[in-house]
């Protein structure tokens, strides 16, 4: 179910299906029909085959499960990271249609660039449709806005992995709370200036530090700054840089469960990283009311697919991969991280606390300038 983790979870990514090809579907034309007689059991007692008498209402548990995540609600947790000035507060006003970013939340016009990366969280509650939903928007001020940015990814690593540790502890515990509060990053949208030339070396060395402990989606932020042809050449030469240094973005291949599975994903991946643009304000644009951006020569439609790729972004984060983010963070990377502890510790022992989280894996360090 949305939003409900525990240990005992089998991994989403198996899954099995009920009554393919012979289930209720194919054997009873209503509710009340009768289909063909079932086949006898065989000498162990196993059925022969899946046919029914007659309605039984398997098919309901898809209402079930419905009702009770109407009920419930569920979590996301969405990081952001990037300098400061490419528009990460917009582009989540703009997502989410509403104030969910840090600094739509009581941030000052003279707050000052900090010296260290920062890590500040900010929680709202969306409802839309009956569905309830508590967003958590991670901002990271300070992010790469030095003139030496020496492993200044570090504290976002270790947030990272300090939620893994939140959750890790109160599973462990004998008596477990009905549903453990989930503060885990399943989402990290991480900003690439919209240099036309090429990725910092910044922008390798935070992607390939974490990108094996949250789902890391790389956007080109405030594509309305190059032209279409600058926007298509600079897309393939970050996709190449990003193969050569070996970092692994959201949706990975070896997570496609089956072959609709790769072909939605590989269409995302052959996009990647999206160029978008964010606004929250509206222009009239042939007597409609758009979101876009207004300049000397027109307005740039943030939600039309010919002048960015804010809806391709939208429709992928939310409206089609929002659970499989969560159940990559669930299966993957928190499963990656609880072994590692588990194995390291010799199991966890719930009557004693636990020891400071590992830190993130060893590497050379150098110093980072941009």
């Given at each position: 179910m949305i939003g409900s983790h525990g240990v005992s979870h089998a991994p989403s990514h198996t899954h099995s299906h009920v009554g393919a090809n012979h289930g209720v579907g194919n054997s009873v034309s209503g509710h009340g029909g009768s289909g063909a007689l079932p086949q006898s059991a065989g000498p162990q007692g196993s059925a022969g085959g899946g046919t029914l008498l007659g309605y039984i209402g398997i098919d309901t548990i898809i209402e079930q499960m419905r009702k009770k995540t109407m009920k419930t609600g569920f979590d996301f947790n969405i990081m952001v990271v990037g300098h400061s000035g490419l528009g990460k507060s917009t582009l989540l006003n703009t997502l989410f249609k509403s104030q969910v970013s840090r600094r739509?939340?009581?941030?000052?016009?003279?707050?000052?660039?900090?010296?260290?990366?920062?890590?500040?969280?900010v929680s709202h509650f969306i409802e839309?449709?009956?569905?309830?939903?508590?967003?958590?928007?991670?901002?990271?001020?300070?992010?790469?806005?030095?003139?030496?940015?020496d492993n200044c990814w570090e504290p976002i690593g270790k947030y990272i992995n300090e939620q893994y540790e939140k959750f890790l502890k109160e599973e462990v515990n004998i008596t477990r709370k009905k549903r453990i509060p989930d503060t885990r990053v399943h989402c990290c949208l991480y900003f690439i200036s919209p240099t036309g030339h090429s990725l910092r070396q910044l922008d390798l060395e935070f992607m390939k530090h974490l990108s094996h402990s949250v789902n890391i989606i790389p956007i080109i932020a405030k594509a309305d700054t190059m032209t279409i042809e600058e926007r298509l050449d600079f897309k393939q030469r970050v996709r190449k840089e990003l193969e050569m240094g070996g970092v692994e973005y959201y949706p990975q291949k070896e997570f496609d469960e089956d072959m609709e599975d790769k072909s939605d994903n590989d269409k995302i991946r052959e996009a990647m990283p999206l160029a978008v643009v964010g606004s929250d304000k509206e222009y009239q644009v042939n007597g409609k009311r758009v979101l876009g951006r207004k300049t000397a020569w027109g307005v740039v439609e943030v939600e039309n697919p010919n002048h960015c790729e804010f809806a391709q972004l939208r429709d992928f984060l939310i409206r089609s991969h929002l659970q499989d983010l969560k159940e990559v963070t669930h299966n993957i990377h928190y499963e990656t991280y609880r072994a590692k502890r588990l194995h390291g510790n010799g199991g966890l022992q719930h009557r004693h606390p636990l020891p400071v989280p590992c830190p993130l894996p060893p590497f050379t360090a150098k110093a980072v300038y941009v």
């Amino acid at each position: 179910m949305i939003g409900s983790h525990g240990v005992s979870h089998a991994p989403s990514h198996t899954h099995s299906h009920v009554g393919a090809n012979h289930g209720v579907g194919n054997s009873v034309s209503g509710h009340g029909g009768s289909g063909a007689l079932p086949q006898s059991a065989g000498p162990q007692g196993s059925a022969g085959g899946g046919t029914l008498l007659g309605y039984i209402g398997i098919d309901t548990i898809i209402e079930q499960m419905r009702k009770k995540t109407m009920k419930t609600g569920f979590d996301f947790n969405i990081m952001v990271v990037g300098h400061s000035g490419l528009g990460k507060s917009t582009l989540l006003n703009t997502l989410f249609k509403s104030q969910v970013s840090r600094r739509s939340a009581g941030w000052a016009r003279d707050e000052k660039i900090p010296k260290t990366v920062e890590i500040k969280a900010v929680s709202h509650f969306i409802e839309e449709g009956g569905v309830k939903m508590k967003l958590t928007v991670v901002d990271t001020p300070g992010f790469g806005d030095q003139i030496n940015n020496d492993n200044c990814w570090e504290p976002i690593g270790k947030y990272i992995n300090e939620q893994y540790e939140k959750f890790l502890k109160e599973e462990v515990n004998i008596t477990r709370k009905k549903r453990i509060p989930d503060t885990r990053v399943h989402c990290c949208l991480y900003f690439i200036s919209p240099t036309g030339h090429s990725l910092r070396q910044l922008d390798l060395e935070f992607m390939k530090h974490l990108s094996h402990s949250v789902n890391i989606i790389p956007i080109i932020a405030k594509a309305d700054t190059m032209t279409i042809e600058e926007r298509l050449d600079f897309k393939q030469r970050v996709r190449k840089e990003l193969e050569m240094g070996g970092v692994e973005y959201y949706p990975q291949k070896e997570f496609d469960e089956d072959m609709e599975d790769k072909s939605d994903n590989d269409k995302i991946r052959e996009a990647m990283p999206l160029a978008v643009v964010g606004s929250d304000k509206e222009y009239q644009v042939n007597g409609k009311r758009v979101l876009g951006r207004k300049t000397a020569w027109g307005v740039v439609e943030v939600e039309n697919p010919n002048h960015c790729e804010f809806a391709q972004l939208r429709d992928f984060l939310i409206r089609s991969h929002l659970q499989d983010l969560k159940e990559v963070t669930h299966n993957i990377h928190y499963e990656t991280y609880r072994a590692k502890r588990l194995h390291g510790n010799g199991g966890l022992q719930h009557r004693h606390p636990l020891p400071v989280p590992c830190p993130l894996p060893p590497f050379t360090a150098k110093a980072v300038y941009v």
